[in-house]
């Protein structure tokens, strides 16, 4: 009784930490740089990139990565609001399973994590050592910020 409501307890903070950063539509409308179109890799996760001095390659090759990880994932995150809504009826409604779903979405929440580090991976191979240098001294990117670029605020950084 004790392992499921610590279990119940742990789906409850996951519900709540990941939030509705997952509530929109995956992709939400943004871009490469998380914001509107028009704003490419300057939007709220492109901004670190900005502050790189890319080449105009590296800009066209991360542009086009961006692009990539942004189609491959667009599935994966979209589960997301799903799984919550399911956690959600499963504690209040007492519909479903909470201990699996809560391992579902564990399980996505792990699997967004890998793609998101193989991502900034495949982002440290396009920059020189000094853009890598530069960029590992910045602020990490925060809760919720993963390959649909947006982060702490929401959709869009708002």
Do not use: W
């Not at 942004?70 to 504690?91: C, D, F, K, S, W």
């Not at 998101?116 to 590992?136: D, F, P, Y």
Request: charged content about 20%.
């Amino acid at each position: 009784m004790r392992y499921k409501a610590t279990v119940a307890a742990v789906a409850a903070a996951a519900l709540l930490a990941t939030g509705i950063s997952f509530a929109q539509a995956p992709g939400g409308g943004m871009h490469p740089g998380g914001g509107p179109p028009e704003q490419g890799m300057r939007g709220p996760r492109g901004g670190r990139l900005e502050k790189l001095n890319l080449t105009q390659e590296q800009r066209q090759q991360l542009e086009k990565l961006m692009q990539a990880e942004r189609e491959a994932n667009q599935e994966v995150a979209g589960r997301m609001p799903e799984l919550q809504q399911q956690l959600q009826e499963a504690i209040f409604l007492g519909k479903g399973d909470i201990n699996g779903t809560a391992e579902q979405i564990n399980d996505l929440q792990a699997q967004m994590l890998k793609a998101r580090i193989a991502h900034q991976q495949k982002v440290a191979a396009i920059l020189t050592a000094e853009q890598r240098e530069q960029m590992a001294k910045m602020a990490p990117m925060g809760p919720g910020a993963g390959p649909m670029g947006r982060g702490r605020g929401g959709r869009g950084g708002h």
